[in-house]
């Protein structure tokens, strides 16, 4: 089936430590996001790729880093450095920048 | 700066009612709106996707309007059921970017 698969579905991770997180996919989209999601704060954009080996920040992207190698994966790194990372992360594609985005089942990141 | 509201961010219905959801933006200068459906704990699932030239788009039971002068999007939903229970998020792209800016979301109850 085509679609987003993010993994894993939850994470823990302890105060101090990097951690990435797995998007993947399969519909031959060139753009690829990620997004976090907080409650009563709604999705705010991370960083987002327009094409393989170019990505841009978005509004909230201290504390975080991508990489855009291949064209079906765009994983999110969360470092030490950000400073609140407890949040659900969504990430999405879309066909090109300006067309229907769809989204992965989410990854919910938990420090301990 | 867009900004994209949704009100009101708490619905509840009997079955069977038609209904419609708020979406306000503040700057005109969209290249489309976007419809989204999240159910708890998941990701989101696009509904509707509506591009500025367009009035309106229509899927199923579900009809979304757009009147960009205003900065309004609604969302009827027609003969409501208790799977429609879900929280409805409204996105829009502005022309520059390309990026999805989110409301923050109606969270629909339908009660049986």
């Known amino acids: 089936d085509g679609g987003i698969t993010q993994s894993p579905k939850y994470l823990f991770r302890k105060e101090g430590q990097n951690v990435t997180l797995s998007c993947e996919q399969n519909?031959?989209?060139?753009?690829m996001y990620w997004y976090r999601q907080d409650p009563g704060q709604g999705l705010r954009l991370i960083y987002y790729?327009?094409?393989?080996?170019?990505?841009q920040k978005g509004d909230i992207a201290e504390g975080y880093s991508v990489s855009r190698e291949k064209k079906e994966s765009f994983p999110l790194t969360v470092t030490s450095a950000q400073k609140n990372p407890t949040a659900f992360y969504l990430c999405?594609?879309?066909?090109?920048?300006?067309?229907?985005?769809?989204f992965g089942q989410g990854t919910r990141l938990t420090v301990v | 700066k867009q900004e994209v509201t949704q009100i009101p961010a708490a619905l509840s219905v009997p079955e069977g009612e038609n209904l419609v959801l708020n979406c306000s933006f503040t700057?005109?200068?969209?290249?489309?709106l976007q419809w989204f459906r999240q159910d708890p704990g998941k990701g989101l699932t696009s509904l509707l996707l509506?591009?500025?030239?367009?009035r309106e788009q229509t899927s199923g039971r579900l009809n979304a309007s757009l009147d960009k002068s205003s900065g309004r999007s609604t969302l009827y939903i027609a003969a409501s059921q208790p799977g429609d229970s879900a929280t409805y998020l409204c996105?829009?792209?502005?022309?520059?970017?390309?990026?999805?800016?989110f409301g923050q979301g109606t969270e629909l109850s339908v009660k049986p």
């Open positions: 700057d005109s200068a969209i290249y489309n």
């Open positions: 519909l031959n989209h060139d753009a």
């Open positions: 509506i591009q500025s030239s367009q």
């Open positions: 999405a594609s879309s066909i090109g920048m300006g067309t229907e985005a769809f």
């Open positions: 790729s327009q094409i393989v080996n170019d990505f």
């Open positions: 996105a829009v792209r502005g022309n520059q970017g390309g990026k999805l800016i």
